[in-house]
């Protein structure tokens, strides 16, 4: 096994166990951004951080995790 392969499968750990905090963090991080930004880029940071969750949710081939 790779060490990409080992780092993914640890991802998808982290992401079966801890969905909701990770989904949690990646909001709070964008309402930061947006904070940041004076909401000038909201639509844009929101677009990102929703396929960032998507993304990390799938890492087990399953879309379950993050809401």
């Not at 801890?18 to 930004?37: P, S, Y």
């Not at 960032?52 to 399953?62: E, I, V």
Request: aromatic content about 4%; cysteine-free.
């Amino acid at each position: 096994m790779s060490a990409f392969d080992s780092f993914k499968d640890k991802a998808a750990d982290a992401v079966d166990s801890q969905g909701d905090k990770i989904g949690e963090g990646v909001d709070k991080a964008g309402d930061a951004l947006d904070e940041k930004t004076g909401g000038k880029y909201g639509d844009k940071i929101d677009q990102g951080g929703d396929m960032a969750k998507d993304r990390l949710d799938s890492l087990d081939g399953q879309d379950d995790d993050i809401q």
